[in-house]
């Protein structure tokens, strides 16, 4: 399976601190996403990162790839009370370009 | 407006109960897909339309049935369905080929089957 699995299944930071989430995968990518989840609502895209990159930033957020040992990270700096949320890395593998596959998903509480 | 609507958003049906629930995307997009999310789980893709080609994943039971009649139009009708079908059911889009697959969700289809 190219599923990703994330770590830590759940996180619980004071606001201001930073958040890092991981994801490792088994499969050779495309690129690789994470989304964020509010309870109850529909996913949102944050950033995509391709298998050629190995960093990214948008605003608060900086996402890394190593593809040799296939796991990423997300770091989300400065928390606010509303980052509060579950966030899923889904791979896009290269052999299977139609289906993007999610992981398990960690739940970030951020306590203000 | 996310751009994917979804409809209805909370259904309660019987084990002997039709239904179907509607997806539309207003994004120009050439692939819609359904995920289920079960409490505790991964989200899990279960029909996936792309470029008007339906590309299935074998585990889904018969019961669900996909219906895509055009490229912003997404049906998933529900049949004769089990308890263990409760979940939030999820509709996306993408742009396949051109774009990076980004994913943009609707809100979900809460399902509830006694």
């Known amino acids: 399976s190219q599923q990703g699995e994330e770590d830590p299944q759940a996180l619980s930071i004071q606001e201001g601190e930073n958040a890092t989430m991981n994801c490792s995968y088994k499969?050779?990518?495309?690129?690789l996403q994470w989304y964020r989840q509010n309870s109850g609502r529909g996913l949102v895209h944050l950033i995509l990162?391709?298998?050629?990159?190995r960093e990214k930033h948008s605003g608060r957020l900086r996402v890394t790839l190593d593809t040799s040992k296939k796991s990423s990270s997300l770091l989300i700096t400065a928390s606010r009370a509303a980052d509060t949320a579950s966030y899923f890395c889904?791979?896009?593998?290269?052999?299977?370009?139609?289906?993007?596959?999610f992981g398990p998903g960690t739940s970030l509480s951020v306590i203000p | 407006e996310t751009g994917v609507t979804q409809t209805p958003r909370h259904l309660v049906m019987g084990m002997t109960n039709k239904k179907s629930l509607k997806c539309e995307q207003h994004?120009?997009?050439?692939?819609m897909y359904w995920y289920k999310q079960s409490a505790k789980k991964p989200l899990e893709l279960m029909f996936v339309?792309?470029?008007?080609?339906?590309?299935e994943n074998n585990s889904v039971p018969s019961r669900f049935s996909p219906e895509c009649p055009n490229s912003s139009h997404l049906f998933l009708h529900l049949h004769t369905l089990q308890p263990e079908d409760s979940a939030l059911y999820l509709c996306?889009?993408?742009?396949?080929?051109?774009?990076?697959?980004?994913?943009?969700f609707g809100e979900g289809s809460r399902l509830t089957v006694l």
């Open positions: 499969t050779s990518i495309n690129n």
């Open positions: 994004l120009g997009h050439n692939a």
């Open positions: 996306a889009s993408s742009q396949r080929g051109t774009g990076d697959g980004e994913l943009f």
């Open positions: 339309y792309s470029l008007e080609e339906r590309v």
């Open positions: 990162i391709r298998s050629n990159e």
């Open positions: 889904a791979t896009d593998a290269l052999t299977s370009y139609d289906k993007v596959i």
